[in-house]
């Protein structure tokens, strides 16, 4: 499966971190943010033990070792907010539609394949799952004040970047609480007859998270 691979995890990571470092550093204050204490979804773990993801979710189908690198010092200096100043180790455990990151025994929902589940994905009051199209979902941010047409830093492009397929998609940022340098990517295909959602990503917890 693609998304076991590392080379292309390699990749992803590189061309999001790109990408993200340059426009979040700029992020406006006043935009409103997503934690991952506003996600739930049904009977899937959202953050905590790896003794709990096990109990609940079982094996993973495949691991692979990772870092989480420090954050650029310039933006350490504009956004004023003092990461890890070492690399860590972390560890992600891959499921069919789910992916997690472990560091120590924490474990926290890092990735979401909507086609592969049909479990509602709650953020804050917003409800989504694999039907939902980008007009709509588009519709309901701007509803709740997450998103205005000015914003255009907010939507990163067309990079299909965890699964390194290259198709086409539109990919939608909103501002993540616990990190002031990352957001939560929301993915959607863009086809002639499919503009619905097929993924969703969320940074690893900085502030407050499992990155001591």
Same mark, same amino acid.
């Given at each position: 499966?693609?998304?076991? %691979?590392?080379?292309?995890?390699?990749?992803?990571?590189?061309?999001?971190?790109?990408?993200?470092?340059?426009?979040?550093?700029?992020?406006?204050?006043?935009?409103?943010?997503?934690?991952?204490?506003?996600?739930?979804?049904?009977?899937?773990?959202?953050?905590?033990?790896?003794?709990?993801?096990?109990?609940?979710?079982?094996?993973?189908?495949?691991?692979?070792?990772?870092?989480?690198?420090?954050?650029?010092?310039?933006?350490? %200096?504009?956004?004023?907010?003092?990461?890890?100043?070492?690399?860590?180790?972390?560890?992600?455990?891959?499921?069919?539609?789910?992916?997690?990151?472990?560091?120590?025994?924490?474990?926290?929902?890092?990735?979401?394949?909507?086609?592969?589940?049909?479990?509602?994905?709650?953020?804050?009051?917003?409800?989504?799952?694999?039907?939902?199209?980008? %007009?709509?979902?588009?519709?309901?941010?701007?509803?709740?004040?997450?998103?205005?047409?000015?914003?255009?830093?907010?939507?990163?492009?067309?990079?299909?970047?965890?699964?390194?397929?290259?198709?086409?998609?539109?990919?939608?940022?909103?501002?993540?609480?616990?990190?002031?340098?990352?957001?939560?990517?929301?993915?959607?295909?863009?086809?002639?007859?499919? %503009?619905?959602?097929?993924?969703?990503?969320?940074?690893?917890?900085?502030?407050?998270?499992?990155?001591?």
């Amino acid at each position: 499966r693609p998304h076991s %691979k590392l080379p292309r995890r390699r990749q992803r990571i590189f061309l999001l971190f790109a990408t993200l470092i340059s426009t979040f550093c700029n992020a406006q204050p006043d935009v409103a943010t997503i934690s991952m204490t506003d996600v739930a979804i049904p009977g899937v773990l959202i953050i905590g033990s790896y003794s709990q993801l096990i109990e609940s979710e079982g094996k993973p189908s495949s691991r692979f070792n990772s870092t989480i690198n420090p954050v650029n010092k310039r933006c350490i %200096k504009e956004c004023g907010y003092v990461p890890p100043n070492k690399v860590v180790q972390c560890e992600h455990l891959v499921y069919e539609a789910f992916e997690y990151v472990r560091i120590g025994d924490s474990v926290q929902l890092i990735f979401i394949d909507l086609t592969k589940t049909k479990l509602p994905i709650h953020i804050k009051d917003l409800v989504i799952d694999r039907t939902i199209s980008q %007009k709509n979902f588009l519709y309901e941010i701007k509803k709740r004040g997450w998103w205005t047409d000015d914003e255009n830093d907010y939507k990163i492009g067309r990079i299909e970047s965890h699964y390194g397929t290259y198709s086409n998609v539109n990919n939608y940022t909103l501002n993540f609480e616990e990190d002031p340098y990352s957001s939560v990517i929301f993915t959607f295909h863009d086809k002639p007859f499919n %503009k619905k959602i097929w993924w969703i990503e969320f940074p690893i917890m900085r502030i407050g998270g499992i990155v001591h």
